[in-house]
């Protein structure tokens, strides 16, 4: 009968698996809030500061996402207050790469569109 | 395995005389008419998708006359008056009384069964969502059939919905009538969140979960942060149709397009809400059919999760044409491409299933369900992807294109995968299985009559017909897409009635049909009876049964976990949520009243309120909180030190502190209440960008002087002060704790103080809450803090009184916990109320 | 078997499509900028979508039926990363992109000469002309076009939401009260079009159309002329008497007659009515006997409609306020 492993944060491991969708959630409601209140404040004309902080955090998400999935360990560690090397670190890893992968091409196709498009107009 | 391995069982066989005999006993389920007292999550499943059944029946039959009048342009089948209360009631009976519910409920009965548990973490509390919801459905159901049914669409969006474009009390009947349906998902929710991340069997742990428990772990989570947007919204609507505060109003600062932001939000994870536990159930059926592990198990996992998260970032695609600026559009445009993905995932990892298999993939009734299921999900999946770009939507939005994409993801990616897990399931609750030769006609009608009904709707759309008419002229060319439209909708109404008649000749409660009949993996095919397995597996796989084929006899000769009553009551075990690690017993309820009276009178509190019969309301209010103190009363039973489950593992039978089921189902109210709270914190600062000028200091009476945000915090965080204090010093040894009574009643004055200042401070500056929609905006704060401080109260009062009837020690604290840690929250939320109301002005302004 | 459905679904709504496809109200034959574009786009996702339609439905059967070496390529992981990640990062990058662009080119690069105010109110138009020289013209339920020119469109409600739906022309916007929301429309062919209240707004939304008229310039020019015009007076005793009885009754109260004594705006402006294409916001044909059904049955005709039903009217008098009505072209 096998032992059971070595106690492991919940919290911690949750986090960490969620890293990637959090990290989306954290960007996307910046974009929008950014977005949404400047135009509202500017009465529709527009700031580059929607294109400076919507960018910054696109770049600055994706950066983190990327870095998180290639080197996984010391978060892992950080988050999960746990050593490593068993299945279920490695479930938790595999899972928080794809997640996070999936979050930043979703980030990436979020934050480019203001490359594309003009920033308060109704464009009708 | 190795055969020392298969040895080491935990317990010995075989087992001592009258063990099982009292398991069967405690576990018994109420004999005749009061079985409506039963909490057993098998019965109280099979009640709950019954019901949602029989709405799904109900709206159908709605349906069925709306194609009959939509059969012929230029028709009278029906009037629009009836019409329009037709399209309203089949909506909105379809979203919140069937498809939720069915999918809740097949986590009741399945999840508690597949983790091997031997109920839901809160028996009661399923079963009081069941009956509130099934008493409240009703009520709003027959509103269709004396006038009285809202008529505002499922979606209701003001200004029409407001008192002066629908006076009468037809749209309180929403308001108000989803209400309970609101609280039962909640409830349901709490369960379900507890269940899967606390009762798994021992071993069982993150990575070898079943994919449906994933599913239904991301559906609560969904519901939990989504329910909140809707509840705020339709609080702020029936509050303005009731007091006249003007959220909605444009004229008075509040905009319609709040409601839209708050109901969509709410509105898009609704469907995914929905669909997620039923793509959880095809992976579970596939591998089965295949008779082979799932393809892609972890990809599947990662495509659920990232399903759940990315359709909270969707909701402004449904609000395309609003007249919102393009690039805000583009980012629910680019969420909307991104939520494709996991899909896409999912159904190629399906596939890869399919084909794994040794044996050709098993054509039975439930597989041919799949396989409709992949037909129709996938057609509604790719025109998914062409309304989520936004030109497009521009043409397709609110016209009958819609009407086909919704159908097809909604019936395709839910109802059908529905229909194969009632063929699948049934053999677990049913004495017979159900009908393959039936089941095949069902399948055949359903599937093409589907199609005939939906598809040449995506045409109609494009041809220009919107949605909601009663009526279409005869001469645009719509008829005979029409027309060939309702002979489809027949041929469905077929398919389900020969599925009604199967299910009254074959479907009989009870064991007895054959055991694992279609030779699944998974831990609900062990033998099964009143008190789920006999004994609690060690799980060491994803597919326990094909790993190890010994493995039902085991389970069912009591080698495993717990195979007896060591309380003497209903118990399970609860593990640690990523390990599976055993960590305590629960000591369970059984069957009562109190949980069913509580249920009544919740449905009726609302009910009454909409028709405005308030005396009598507020009185069932109270009898329905007296219900439940008196229900809660019965739990928290003392510790019964330590017992035996078997590999030499003794567990505790009581838990304190925060690794306690009772202050993880807190944690999650809080979390509830906090969504609640950050909804109305986007409204009021939502309305300020539009409505500026009605704002303070320029628009309205300046605010408050700083004495009074200052001395309401001051009274909040003394209260919290001095529940800390008493947390930690708490009886040590049963006794009348006066103490504790002293400081509950001290922290209920001062909660009610601090609200008092607050309210009357802004009501002293000659601000009124129907004089614009910042006026409405400040008031509402209060009430949510107040609403949250009256449930705060009745907890402090309850644990004063278990410490006065000497329940209430340092051990067995759980009472006095739960209400402190409602109490923090509540100051948590007050104090962040009062920096955004009394800070965000003179910051802005 | 789900091949073969799957094909003689396409095939048999294909057919049906040609049926509805020539309508007025259809998105299917654009006359319009927008709607061209959306046009475009819609076709190539279709028929992509078509494709990868027909490859699930094909590996679902190949992973059924298919031989011992075709099932176990399939059966891959590879499969699943290939297919449900890789393609649709592609594709679906490209596509939303391509969305953008089209956004994109919604951008109104002139501003246009002719402004139009809309307003939907239950359950009617209210149509605002203002001209470069700022001369207003009220008028309802119809909108003429001059082809090839923008026309730009300021859409507002005062009671609840409607949506302004011309599917030949553009998609849809709302009008939302105490918004306002700007269209630009640009007919690329003359024509009439027919456009229907796209947000649910209570009551007798099915019947809340109205017809879009796309004429030549100069043709549009003469015509707004003559909207901008006076009431012409009536011609011979019955619509003399017809004239008599709708000042009598008091209908100017909520209708304005420009030129005459009737001034009211609650309800449409019916200076010219008589040269529309409908009547009642397209829920009638206009012809003089439809004048006579709506005042005596509008709440037959139209349900809920916020004009009262006239039944004291004899038929007599009621073909005189036809013949007065219907002379107001």
Same mark, same amino acid.
């Given at each position: 009968?096998?032992?059971?492993?070595?106690?492991? $944060?919940?919290?911690?491991?949750?986090?960490?698996?969620?890293?990637?969708?959090? /990290?989306?959630?954290?960007?996307?409601?910046?974009?929008?809030?950014?977005?949404?209140?400047?135009?509202?404040?500017?009465?529709?004309?527009?700031?580059?500061?929607?294109?400076?902080?919507?960018?910054?955090?696109?770049?600055?998400?994706?950066?983190?996402?990327?870095?998180?999935?290639?080197?996984?360990?010391?978060?892992?560690?950080?988050?999960?207050?746990? @050593?490593?090397?068993?299945?279920?670190?490695?479930?938790?890893?595999?899972?928080?790469?794809?997640?996070?992968?999936?979050?930043?091409?979703?980030?990436?196709?979020?934050?480019?569109?203001?490359?594309?498009?003009?920033?308060?107009?109704?464009?009708? | 395995?190795?055969?020392?391995?298969?040895?080491?069982?935990?317990?010995?066989?075989?087992?001592?005389? +009258?063990?099982?005999?009292?398991?069967?006993?405690?576990?018994?389920?109420?004999?005749?008419?009061?079985?409506?007292?039963?909490?057993?999550?098998?019965?109280?499943?099979?009640?709950?998708?019954?019901?949602?059944?029989?709405?799904?029946?109900?709206?159908?039959?709605?349906?069925?006359?709306?194609?009959?009048?939509?059969?012929?342009?230029?028709?009278?089948?029906?009037?629009?008056?009836?019409?329009?209360?037709?399209?309203?009631?089949?909506?909105?009976?379809?979203?919140?009384?069937?498809?939720?519910?069915?999918?809740?409920?097949?986590?009741?009965?399945?999840?508690?069964?597949?983790?091997?548990?031997?109920?839901?973490?809160?028996?009661?509390?399923?079963?009081?969502?069941?009956?509130?919801?099934?008493?409240? +459905?009703?009520?709003?159901?027959?509103?269709?059939?004396?006038?009285?049914?809202?008529?505002?669409?499922?979606?209701?969006?003001?200004?029409?919905?407001?008192?002066?474009?629908?006076?009468?009390?037809?749209?309180?009947?929403?308001?108000?009538?989803?209400?309970?349906?609101?609280?039962?998902?909640?409830?349901?929710?709490?369960?379900?969140?507890?269940?899967?991340?606390?009762?798994?069997?021992?071993?069982?742990?993150?990575?070898?979960?079943?994919?449906?428990?994933?599913?239904?772990?991301?559906?609560?989570?969904?519901?939990?942060?989504?329910?909140?947007?809707?509840?705020?919204?339709?609080?702020?609507?029936?509050?303005?149709?009731?007091?006249?505060?003007?959220?909605?109003?444009?004229?008075?600062?509040?905009?319609?397009?709040?409601?839209?932001?708050?109901?969509?939000?709410?509105?898009?994870?609704?469907?995914?809400?929905?669909?997620?536990?039923?793509?959880?159930?095809?992976?579970?059926?596939?591998?089965?059919?295949?008779?082979?592990?799932?393809?892609?198990?972890?990809?599947?996992?990662?495509?659920?999760?990232?399903?759940?998260?990315?359709?909270?970032?969707?909701?402004?695609?449904?609000?395309?044409?609003?007249?919102?600026?393009?690039?805000?559009?583009?980012?629910?445009?680019?969420?909307?491409?991104?939520?494709?993905?996991?899909?896409?995932?999912?159904?190629?990892?399906?596939?890869?299933?399919?084909?794994?298999?040794?044996?050709?993939?098993?054509?039975?009734?439930?597989?041919?369900?799949?396989?409709?299921?992949?037909?129709?999900?996938?057609?509604?999946?790719?025109?998914?992807?062409?309304?989520?770009?936004?030109?497009?939507?521009?043409?397709?939005?609110?016209?009958?294109?819609?009407?086909?994409?919704?159908?097809?993801?909604? /019936?395709?990616?839910?109802?059908?995968?529905?229909?194969?897990?009632?063929?699948?399931?049934?053999?677990?609750?049913?004495?017979?299985?159900?009908?393959?030769?039936?089941?095949?006609?069902?399948?055949?009608?359903?599937?093409?009559?589907?199609?005939?009904?939906?598809?040449?709707?995506?045409?109609?759309?494009?041809?220009?017909?919107?949605?909601?008419?009663?009526?279409?002229?005869?001469?645009?060319?719509?008829?005979?897409?029409?027309?060939?439209?309702?002979?489809?909708?027949?041929?469905?109404?077929?398919?389900?009635?020969?599925?009604?008649?199967?299910?009254?000749? &074959?479907?009989?409660?009870?064991?007895?049909?054959?055991?694992?009949?279609?030779?699944?993996?998974?831990?609900?095919?062990?033998? &099964?009876?009143?008190?789920?397995?006999?004994?609690? @597996?060690?799980?060491?796989?994803?597919?326990?049964?094909?790993?190890?084929? &010994?493995?039902?006899?085991?389970?069912?000769?009591?080698?495993?976990?717990? @195979?007896?009553?060591?309380?003497?009551?209903?118990?399970?075990?609860?593990?640690?949520?990523?390990?599976?690690?055993?960590?305590?017993?629960?000591?369970?309820?059984?069957?009562?009243?109190?949980?069913?009276?509580?249920?009544?009178?919740?449905?009726?509190?609302?009910?009454?309120?909409?028709?405005?019969?308030?005396?009598?309301?507020?009185?069932?209010?109270?009898?329905?909180?007296?219900?439940?103190?008196?229900?809660?009363?019965?739990?928290?039973?003392?510790?019964?030190?330590? /017992?035996?489950?078997?590999?030499?593992?003794?567990?505790?039978?009581?838990?304190?502190?925060?690794?306690?089921?009772?202050?993880?189902?807190?944690?999650?109210?809080?979390?509830?209440?906090?969504?609640?709270?950050?909804?109305?914190?986007?409204?009021?600062?939502?309305?300020?960008?539009?409505?500026?000028?009605?704002?303070?200091?320029?628009?309205?009476?300046?605010?408050?002087?700083?004495?009074?945000?200052?001395?309401?915090?001051?009274?909040?965080?003394?209260?919290?002060?001095?529940?800390?204090?008493?947390?930690? $010093?708490?009886?040590?040894?049963?006794?009348?704790?006066?103490?504790?009574?002293?400081?509950?009643?001290?922290?209920?004055?001062?909660?009610?103080?601090?609200?008092?200042?607050?309210?009357?401070?802004?009501?002293?500056?000659?601000?009124?809450?129907?004089?614009?929609?910042?006026?409405?905006?400040?008031?509402?704060?209060?009430?949510?803090?107040?609403?949250?401080?009256?449930?705060?109260?009745?907890?402090?009062?309850?644990?004063?009184?278990?410490?006065?009837?000497?329940?209430?020690?340092?051990?067995?604290?759980?009472?006095?916990?739960?209400?402190?840690?409602?109490?923090?929250?509540?100051?948590?939320?007050?104090?962040?109320?009062?920096?955004?109301?009394?800070?965000?002005?003179?910051?802005?302004? | 078997?789900?091949?073969?459905?799957?094909?003689?679904?396409?095939?048999?709504?294909?057919?049906?499509?040609?049926?509805?496809?020539?309508?007025?109200?259809?998105?299917?034959?654009?006359?319009?900028?927008?709607?061209?574009?959306?046009?475009?786009?819609?076709?190539?996702?279709?028929?992509?979508?078509?494709?990868?339609?027909?490859?699930?439905?094909?590996?679902?059967?190949?992973?059924?039926?298919?031989?011992?070496?075709?099932?176990?390529?399939?059966?891959?992981?590879?499969?699943?990363?290939?297919?449900?990640?890789?393609? @649709?990062?592609?594709?679906?990058?490209?596509?939303?992109?391509?969305?953008?662009?089209?956004?994109?080119?919604?951008?109104?690069?002139?501003?246009?000469?002719?402004?139009?105010?809309?307003?939907?109110?239950?359950?009617?138009?209210?149509?605002?002309?203002?001209?470069?020289?700022?001369?207003?013209?009220?008028?309802? &339920?119809?909108?003429?076009?001059?082809?090839?020119?923008?026309?730009?469109?300021?859409?507002?409600?005062?009671?609840?939401?409607?949506?302004?739906?011309?599917?030949?022309?553009?998609?849809?916007?709302?009008?939302?009260?105490?918004?306002?929301?700007?269209?630009?429309?640009?007919?690329?062919?003359?024509?009439?079009?027919?456009?229907?209240?796209?947000?649910?707004?209570?009551?007798?939304?099915?019947?809340?159309?109205?017809?879009?008229?796309?004429?030549?310039?100069?043709?549009?020019?003469?015509?707004?002329?003559?909207?901008?015009?006076?009431?012409?007076?009536?011609?011979?005793?019955?619509?003399?008497?017809?004239?008599?009885?709708?000042?009598?009754?008091?209908?100017?109260?909520?209708?304005? /007659?420009?030129?005459?004594?009737?001034?009211?705006?609650?309800?449409?402006?019916?200076?010219?009515?008589?040269?529309?294409?409908?009547?009642?916001?397209?829920?009638?044909?206009?012809?003089?006997?439809?004048?006579?059904?709506?005042?005596?049955?509008?709440?037959?005709?139209?349900?809920?409609?916020?004009?009262?039903?006239?039944?004291?009217?004899?038929?007599?008098?009621?073909?005189?306020?036809?013949?007065?009505?219907?002379?107001?072209?």
């Amino acid at each position: 009968m096998e032992r059971f492993s070595q106690h492991r $944060s919940a919290t911690g491991a949750l986090v960490f698996l969620l890293l990637g969708p959090l /990290v989306w959630s954290i960007h996307f409601f910046i974009i929008y809030a950014a977005h949404a209140s400047l135009c509202a404040l500017t009465g529709g004309m527009g700031t580059v500061w929607i294109t400076v902080i919507i960018l910054a955090v696109t770049a600055l998400g994706a950066l983190a996402l990327v870095s998180a999935a290639l080197g996984p360990m010391p978060v892992y560690r950080l988050l999960v207050r746990h @050593p490593g090397g068993d299945e279920e670190t490695r479930f938790l890893i595999a899972g928080m790469r794809l997640l996070a992968g999936l979050s930043t091409l979703a980030i990436i196709w979020g934050g480019t569109a203001v490359l594309v498009l003009p920033l308060c107009a109704q464009l009708r | 395995m190795s055969d020392d391995a298969r040895l080491d069982l935990p317990n010995p066989a075989p087992r001592p005389e +009258g063990e099982l005999e009292l398991l069967e006993k405690v576990w018994a389920t109420p004999k005749g008419w009061r079985i409506v007292t039963a909490v057993n999550n098998t019965v109280i499943g099979v009640f709950y998708i019954g019901a949602a059944l029989t709405f799904f029946v109900l709206a159908g039959i709605l349906a069925l006359i709306m194609r009959t009048q939509l059969a012929v342009g230029d028709n009278n089948f029906v009037s629009q008056e009836l019409y329009n209360q037709l399209f309203t009631v089949h909506g909105t009976t379809m979203m919140f009384l069937f498809a939720v519910p069915a999918v809740e409920a097949l986590g009741v009965m399945l999840l508690p069964q597949m983790l091997a548990a031997r109920d839901l973490p809160f028996p009661r509390l399923s079963a009081f969502a069941i009956w509130a919801y099934v008493i409240g +459905g009703l009520v709003f159901f027959s509103t269709i059939l004396y006038d009285l049914a809202p008529n505002g669409g499922w979606f209701m969006y003001p200004p029409l919905t407001l008192m002066e474009y629908s006076p009468g009390d037809n749209a309180d009947f929403w308001l108000l009538g989803i209400g309970f349906i609101e609280i039962s998902a909640i409830a349901g929710a709490v369960e379900i969140v507890v269940g899967v991340l606390r009762t798994r069997p021992p071993g069982m742990t993150l990575s070898r979960m079943p994919i449906f428990a994933w599913a239904m772990l991301i559906f609560a989570a969904m519901i939990i942060f989504a329910f909140p947007a809707v509840i705020l919204a339709t609080m702020l609507l029936e509050i303005e149709r009731a007091f006249g505060w003007p959220f909605f109003t444009a004229e008075k600062g509040g905009d319609s397009l709040l409601w839209q932001h708050l109901f969509w939000f709410f509105g898009h994870p609704e469907v995914y809400i929905i669909f997620l536990p039923a793509a959880g159930l095809v992976s579970m059926m596939v591998p089965t059919f295949a008779q082979t592990p799932l393809v892609g198990h972890r990809l599947i996992v990662v495509a659920l999760v990232a399903t759940g998260f990315f359709s909270f970032g969707l909701w402004v695609h449904h609000m395309f044409t609003t007249g919102i600026p393009a690039l805000s559009l583009a980012f629910f445009s680019a969420a909307s491409m991104a939520v494709a993905v996991p899909s896409g995932i999912q159904v190629f990892s399906w596939i890869a299933t399919i084909a794994k298999g040794r044996e050709r993939f098993r054509i039975t009734v439930p597989s041919l369900f799949i396989l409709g299921f992949l037909f129709i999900f996938t057609l509604g999946g790719l025109t998914g992807v062409m309304v989520a770009l936004v030109p497009f939507d521009f043409q397709a939005h609110d016209s009958y294109f819609i009407v086909a994409h919704l159908h097809y993801v909604l /019936v395709g990616g839910m109802v059908f995968p529905l229909f194969a897990t009632f063929y699948y399931w049934a053999p677990m609750v049913s004495r017979k299985m159900l009908s393959e030769r039936l089941g095949r006609w069902t399948f055949w009608l359903m599937f093409i009559g589907f199609n005939v009904a939906f598809f040449p709707l995506h045409i109609a759309g494009l041809a220009g017909m919107p949605r909601r008419v009663w009526t279409y002229p005869s001469n645009l060319g719509w008829d005979t897409l029409n027309m060939i439209s309702t002979i489809g909708s027949f041929m469905i109404a077929a398919g389900v009635l020969a599925f009604l008649i199967d299910l009254a000749k &074959n479907f009989r409660m009870g064991s007895g049909a054959p055991e694992n009949p279609w030779g699944a993996s998974t831990l609900e095919w062990l033998p &099964n009876d009143v008190y789920s397995t006999r004994s609690i @597996p060690h799980v060491t796989s994803r597919d326990p049964i094909w790993d190890n084929p &010994n493995l039902p006899r085991e389970v069912e000769e009591g080698r495993h976990y717990l @195979p007896g009553v060591p309380t003497g009551a209903r118990e399970t075990i609860v593990t640690s949520p990523i390990d599976a690690r055993p960590q305590y017993v629960i000591q369970m309820p059984g069957p009562g009243w109190m949980h069913l009276s509580a249920a009544v009178f919740t449905a009726a509190f609302f009910l009454l309120l909409t028709v405005k019969a308030v005396t009598i309301s507020i009185i069932c209010g109270i009898l329905a909180i007296v219900s439940c103190l008196v229900w809660a009363w019965q739990l928290d039973k003392p510790s019964q030190g330590e /017992v035996d489950i078997g590999a030499g593992i003794a567990l505790p039978t009581y838990r304190t502190g925060s690794s306690s089921h009772s202050w993880w189902a807190m944690v999650v109210l809080m979390i509830v209440s906090a969504a609640l709270y950050l909804s109305y914190l986007f409204s009021y600062l939502y309305l300020w960008t539009v409505s500026p000028e009605v704002w303070a200091p320029v628009g309205s009476p300046a605010l408050p002087a700083l004495g009074y945000p200052l001395g309401t915090a001051a009274m909040l965080v003394l209260g919290a002060v001095i529940l800390a204090v008493r947390q930690r $010093s708490l009886p040590r040894e049963p006794k009348r704790d006066v103490g504790t009574a002293i400081a509950a009643v001290t922290a209920s004055a001062l909660l009610i103080g601090a609200l008092a200042l607050e309210i009357w401070g802004h009501w002293q500056t000659g601000l009124r809450p129907t004089a614009s929609s910042y006026g409405a905006m400040v008031y509402m704060g209060a009430v949510l803090t107040v609403q949250a401080a009256v449930a705060v109260i009745i907890m402090c009062f309850f644990a004063a009184a278990r410490g006065l009837t000497r329940q209430l020690t340092r051990e067995r604290r759980v009472t006095f916990d739960n209400a402190a840690i409602y109490y923090y929250y509540t100051v948590a939320q007050g104090l962040l109320g009062l920096l955004l109301i009394h800070g965000f002005p003179r910051l802005a302004g | 078997m789900m091949h073969r459905l799957a094909r003689l679904l396409w095939l048999a709504s294909g057919a049906l499509a040609l049926t509805a496809c020539a309508g007025e109200q259809s998105a299917f034959t654009p006359k319009g900028i927008e709607a061209e574009r959306i046009d475009t786009l819609f076709w190539v996702m279709t028929i992509a979508g078509g494709v990868i339609f027909a490859v699930v439905a094909g590996l679902t059967l190949a992973a059924m039926l298919g031989g011992p070496r075709l099932r176990a390529k399939i059966a891959s992981e590879k499969l699943v990363i290939g297919a449900g990640i890789l393609f @649709p990062v592609v594709s679906l990058t490209a596509l939303l992109f391509w969305g953008f662009m089209l956004m994109r080119a919604g951008e109104a690069t002139e501003p246009s000469a002719i402004r139009v105010s809309i307003s939907g109110e239950r359950w009617w138009w209210r149509v605002t002309y203002e001209d470069e020289a700022g001369r207003t013209v009220d008028t309802a &339920n119809e909108l003429h076009l001059p082809v090839g020119q923008p026309v730009t469109l300021t859409l507002t409600s005062p009671d609840v939401i409607h949506s302004f739906w011309v599917p030949q022309l553009a998609g849809k916007l709302d009008m939302i009260p105490g918004r306002e929301n700007i269209l630009t429309l640009t007919a690329t062919q003359p024509g009439i079009s027919r456009g229907q209240c796209a947000e649910y707004c209570g009551g007798a939304h099915a019947l809340m159309s109205f017809y879009v008229v796309a004429q030549e310039p100069d043709e549009f020019r003469r015509w707004l002329d003559a909207e901008a015009g006076a009431a012409r007076p009536p011609e011979g005793a019955e619509a003399l008497e017809g004239q008599r009885l709708f000042a009598a009754h008091g209908c100017g109260a909520c209708h304005a /007659v420009r030129g005459t004594e009737a001034l009211g705006t609650i309800g449409p402006d019916l200076t010219h009515v008589g040269s529309r294409h409908s009547l009642a916001a397209a829920a009638l044909p206009n012809r003089t006997e439809d004048f006579a059904r709506w005042i005596r049955d509008s709440d037959h005709i139209k349900p809920e409609n916020l004009m009262p039903p006239y039944r004291i009217f004899s038929e007599e008098e009621l073909a005189a306020l036809a013949a007065y009505l219907e002379g107001l072209r």
